[in-house]
């Protein structure tokens, strides 16, 4: 049942948090294509060998952390004042999550082969030509990354680029 009362215009924090995800989601999809890629290569190619994903996502997500922090700051939260200690929380977040979080994530999604029998047999049936290979790396690196996005969104949002704006001209 719909009510006949106007919605309430949305805050502008609300509005600014909006805009952060949209860009952050852009911005994700343009770091994610890149770590995914060379993922993808250190994995089947360089490597191609399973028990290694745990080092395929740690040598992506270093390159990609360079990458993000210079994207982030001059588009996701472009009109924020970056702090001096900004770039410090980013890399020590960052740092934790490519050493920790996204190799234990990648090993701990590597396990859940019953998924990836299931993907690799639906994409037999389909006649796509993945190895099973394939289907679990890029499983294992799908399911860590949605995890680390989230996480990164709210840690950037609140701690790295903070909420302070850069200060407006001031009009004569």
Request: hydrophobic residues 45%; glycine residues 4%.
């Amino acid at each position: 049942m719909k009510s006949d009362e106007p919605k309430e215009p949305k805050t502008p924090k609300e509005t600014k948090t909006a805009q952060h995800a949209g860009r952050y989601l852009i911005v994700g999809i343009i770091l994610t294509v890149f770590n995914y890629g060379v993922y993808t290569i250190l994995a089947n190619v360089i490597f191609n060998n399973p028990d290694l994903l745990w080092l395929c996502t740690l040598i992506a997500t270093t390159l990609t952390t360079f990458l993000a922090y210079l994207l982030h700051s001059k588009i996701t939260w472009k009109e924020r004042k970056v702090s001096k200690t900004a770039i410090y929380k980013f890399f020590i977040w960052n740092f934790l999550a490519a050493f920790l979080l996204g190799p234990g994530l990648t090993q701990l999604f590597s396990l859940i082969t019953p998924l990836y029998e299931l993907a690799f047999n639906i994409c037999q049936n389909m006649h796509i030509d993945f190895t099973y290979e394939f289907v679990l790396s890029t499983g294992a690196f799908v399911l860590t990354n949605a995890i680390l996005m989230v996480l990164n969104f709210l840690f950037y949002d609140k701690f790295v680029f903070g909420k302070t704006k850069k200060p407006k001209k001031e009009e004569e």
